[in-house]
C-alpha cells in the first residue's frame, strides 16, 4: 500500500503564492511519475502539473507560466510551487503517483485565492 500525504494548501490573495508538498510513504518499489490534479466546485478533475522519474514535466497552459513542479527522490516527494495566484486556481488540488502500474492519490488539500 502507498500512502502519499499533502501539505502546504491555505487561503492566500490574488498574486500570491503558495507550496504544496506530497510525501509518498509505504509500498514504494519504484515510485513513477508524479504530479497533481484540481478540481473546482462545479467542475470536473483537472492535471495541473506532473513530473517523470527523468524529471521531465509537463503544465496545463493556465500554469505553464506560474508553477514550477519538481521532486526530491530520495525523500520520495513531489513540490508544486505557484506564484501569482488568481481566484480561478481556487480548488481542490489532489497529489497523485503512479507505482508498478497502479496509481495512488493522495486526501486533498484546498486552496483558496481571494480577490
Known amino acids: 500500500q502507498v500512502r502519499l500525504v499533502e501539505s502546504g494548501g491555505g487561503l492566500v490573495q490574488a498574486g500570491g503564492s503558495l507550496r504544496l508538498s506530497c510525501a509518498a510513504s509505504?509500498?514504494?518499489?519504484?515510485?513513477?511519475?508524479m504530479g497533481w490534479y484540481r478540481q473546482a466546485p462545479g467542475k470536473e478533475r483537472e492535471l495541473v502539473a506532473s513530473?517523470?522519474?527523468?524529471?521531465?514535466?509537463y503544465y496545463i497552459d493556465s500554469m505553464k507560466a506560474r508553477s514550477t513542479i519538481s521532486r526530491d527522490n530520495a525523500k520520495n516527494t513531489v513540490y508544486l510551487h505557484m506564484s501569482n495566484l488568481k481566484p480561478e486556481d481556487t480548488a481542490v488540488y489532489y497529489c497523485?503517483?503512479?507505482?508498478?502500474?497502479?496509481?495512488?492519490w493522495g486526501q486533498g488539500t484546498q486552496v483558496t485565492v481571494s480577490s
Open positions: 497523485y503517483a503512479n507505482v508498478a502500474r497502479r496509481t495512488y
Open positions: 509505504g509500498s514504494i518499489f519504484s515510485l513513477g511519475t
Open positions: 513530473i517523470t522519474t527523468a524529471f521531465t514535466t
